[in-house]
């Protein structure tokens, strides 16, 4: 009997990487991926070599799944970085990395990107002083992400800041140390402060068709 794993999981396992789809599992012996020994499946067959359009998709998909936009929502993105001066791959990872749910991640006040968008549509985070129910909402320098006054959303962010192994908070934001969880966007995003192992060239070649 193989050791049960769940759907998340598969994905990690499916793609071959760590998709920090479940907060910090990526990082401890659980992770699927470093529990595989061989390819997926019962009686491991050698998989064919991947043609340039499935190599184009996997990424992708890759991108869709960590930051857990749907296909008309990835479009969208892809639409507008495309209309952007410069690299058009940047500019779409750099507006998906503006997502205020990746964002409130990016902060540690939620431990994975499903939970910090529970947080924003259950009005648990403020922006400029103003609470905010959009996951999809792109941030700008000089925005102020703040946890709710309130014991219960204090507590629960304050709970994720204080889950072992969150990764550290890049340097496009800044986190202030005080009770209250609070950030701020000091930059836009670069492309070396995105952590997911991503070629956006590839991306743009399959949408650009």
Not at 159 to 180: I, N, Q, Y
């Amino acid at each position: 009997m193989g050791r049960h794993i769940g759907p998340v999981c598969r994905l990690c396992r499916r793609e071959g990487l760590k998709l920090f789809l479940k907060g910090t599992r990526c990082d401890t012996p659980k992770c699927a991926v470093e529990r595989r020994e061989g390819v997926p499946g019962m009686h491991q067959f050698r998989r064919s070599k991947a043609s340039e359009y499935s190599i184009r998709l996997r990424e992708k998909q890759k991108v869709k799944r960590y930051y857990g936009v749907f296909e008309r929502q990835f479009r969208k993105y892809y639409d507008l970085a495309s209309r952007r001066p410069g690299n058009t791959g940047d500019a779409l990872m750099a507006l998906l990395e503006r997502r205020l749910d990746n964002v409130v991640t990016r902060l540690g006040f939620g431990t994975s990107r499903p939970q910090s968008r529970q947080l924003i549509t259950h009005g648990h985070v403020m922006v400029n002083g103003r609470k905010l129910d959009i996951p999809s909402y792109l941030v700008r320098p000089g925005d102020v992400i703040k946890i709710k006054d309130r014991e219960h959303s204090k507590k629960l962010a304050t709970d994720s800041l204080a889950t072992e192994g969150m990764p550290p908070v890049p340097e496009w934001l800044d986190r202030t140390a005080t009770e209250h969880p609070e950030g701020r966007v000091s930059r836009l995003p670069a492309m070396q402060d995105i952590s997911l192992p991503v070629t956006p060239q590839l991306i743009v070649e399959l949408l650009s068709r």
